[in-house]
């Protein structure tokens, strides 16, 4: 029973993280053969539709100039883009800055009091006029090119949603260090995208047809995966457009990097009972990539959890020995990334990312147990 467990849990997770990507790449050349037609379309149409871009704001007086003089150098057409932002209850000199801004393309919304950022996108979505949508957030800084990377997908009606890339960068200018498993999760991106089936989007840079929001509950976390994913469950396409970059700074410490992920953890979990329809294997595969890309790495804490205890009490036999020694090591090689002073070498970096990023969402899932994760964010500060 004991080696049972063990097995079942390596299994699992070898088939998320190895055979599932295996699957993907079958589904994409199967596509080819079949002369299938991608939901990604190469150029816009002859003029460029309107576009609101909208940011959720509290207490961003750090960034708000950079944002405003962002939005207004972007490459698209003056007259048919414009800039709404939705203060949540911003106390700091947020709202000035922005009502400072004599341009006619920023609008600033000032609500009295701060409710979540879901709560304020539910308040303002319905009052916008244009039909795409671009969300971001007020530190996330776009290519020029940006906008219309995305919004030349919506040509093809299919598609509902499309996300861009979003790049971390450490406060002095340097790469994030999410590296390697950065660049995994990027391939799975654009094959579940070359299949219509994108899960989830990056919150800071995407654009979504108007008409197929959808407000949500004034308690969801990660209001941005589970938008994509309601508009993927009406039958529309989400896709990728990995041209269409924004850049963003990480978190400033290990410690503030946890607390980010521990939310979207918690958010995650949260989630699936909220898009539970996606997971219906009737729906083909996007129902198997919920379950192999989001629902089983979800729970990936717990197949390490349970591979551990289960290898440990077979430790008399030199091959669970040895596969204890394995996940101690990574362990303490997970662990000694909180300290201030903590090895960072080329090559334990990834051991040490996979391990952090595993508990936060241990951490994550125990905040949506108890129901202490806040709706409330808050920007991590260099």
């Known amino acids: 029973m004991v080696k049972w467990l063990f097995w079942s849990c390596l299994l699992l997770m070898i088939y998320s993280y190895a055979i599932y990507p295996l699957i993907l790449a ?4 199967l596509q080819r053969l079949m002369g299938s037609k991608s939901p990604v379309v190469e150029e816009a149409g002859e003029e460029w539709p309107r576009v609101t871009m909208l940011v959720a704001a509290y207490n961003e007086a750090s960034v708000i100039q ?17 800039v709404v932002i939705a203060s ?24 009295p009091q701060r409710r979540g950022k879901i709560s304020t996108l539910n308040a303002t979505i319905p009052a916008l006029e244009d039909e795409i949508l671009v969300m971001s957030d007020a530190n996330t800084m776009y290519a020029p090119d940006a906008v219309r990377k995305l919004v030349r997908h919506f040509a093809d009606e299919r598609i509902g ?3 861009g890339e979003l790049v971390l960068e450490l406060p002095d200018g340097g790469g994030s260090g999410e590296g390697l498993y950065w660049k995994y999760e990027t391939l799975l991106k654009r094959m579940e995208s070359r299949l219509g089936f994108l899960l989830g989007a990056t919150g800071g840079i995407f654009a979504i047809r108007k008409s197929l929001f959808r407000p949500l509950p004034p308690t969801t976390i990660v209001e941005d995966f589970v938008t994509a994913m309601k508009i993927l469950e009406a039958g529309h396409h989400v896709c990728y457009e990995p041209k269409a970059r924004a850049t963003e700074c990480s978190a400033p410490t290990v ?10 953890g918690a958010g995650g979990f949260q989630a699936i009972g909220m898009t539970a329809a996606m997971l219906n294997p009737r729906r083909g595969l996007p129902a198997l990539g919920y379950w192999s890309h989001k629902i089983l790495r979800w729970f990936v804490p717990f197949l390490m959890l349970s591979a551990l205890i289960s290898s440990a009490a077979l430790a008399a036999q030199p091959l669970y020995a040895f596969f204890l020694a394995t996940q101690l090591l990574s362990v303490a090689v997970g662990l000694q990334g909180l300290m201030p002073r903590s090895v960072d ?26 129901g202490t994760q806040r709706v409330t964010w808050e920007q991590a500060r260099g």
């Open 26 to 29: 079958a589904a994409c050349c």
């Open 66 to 82: 950079e944002k405003i003089e962002n939005c207004l150098a972007l490459d698209y057409p003056a007259g048919r883009l414009r």
């Open 88 to 111: 949540d209850g911003s106390s700091d000199a947020t709202n000035r800055l922005v009502a400072a801004c004599r341009d006619p393309r920023i609008q600033l919304i000032a609500y």
């Open 161 to 163: 949603c499309v996300c």
């Open 255 to 264: 410690r503030d990097e946890m607390k980010r992920k521990s939310r979207i």
């Open 345 to 370: 070498h080329r090559l334990v970096r990834p051991v040490r990312y996979f391990f952090l990023m595993n508990l936060a969402l241990l951490i994550g899932f125990f905040r949506f147990l108890r």
